[in-house]
């Protein structure tokens, strides 16, 4: 069966990706990135997180473009990285929930609560956890999950690079989880 003239173009692209040709690179992202983008959001069906898939697949692509052994399977793979990419983002998202879902009570709580109020009243777990954190992960999981942020927002709000936001996020949900799990809360 005769090769479609796109696929001897994407061959012919990758094979001068593997000899080092940055113009080749940029035609064979602007040529797929559409298309990367379109299955990472059918997989996710999140705005932020298909472009998050899309760039952590690219840099995958880009650093390992060179093992591609078969030119033609470049589709292929290319779609299996974005695959493995949004499975990943969708089972941290299923850990975040449980999370999630205990701040907002705790933002129920703190909405009903006024300055009057004695603190003495029986913590959550998750605010007893929460109060364990250094300050600015304190901090960023409010904006996050009490005050309803986005990444972005949060970004502009503390004047601090995206990737930043999504690092403090994930290193202050990992440390809440262990010190709820290390204080059985």
Known sequence: MAKSPDRILDELLVLKCQGGDVEALRKLVARWHGRLRRHAWYLTQDQEATGDVVQDA????IRTIHRLKEPSSFRGWAYRIVGNKAAGWIRCRKRQRA??????????????????ESDNSEQSPVREGIRMLPAI???ILSLKYIDHMSTREISDALDIPLGTV??????????LRQILQRNDL
């Open 137 to 139: 992960s304190q901090q």
């Open 58 to 61: 690219w840099l995958d692509i």
């Open 166 to 175: 999504k690092s403090r996020l994930h290193h202050a949900r990992e440390r």
């Open 99 to 116: 999370i999630y879902t205990e701040v907002a009570q705790q933002k129920r709580d703190v909405t009903n609560w006024t300055p009057d």
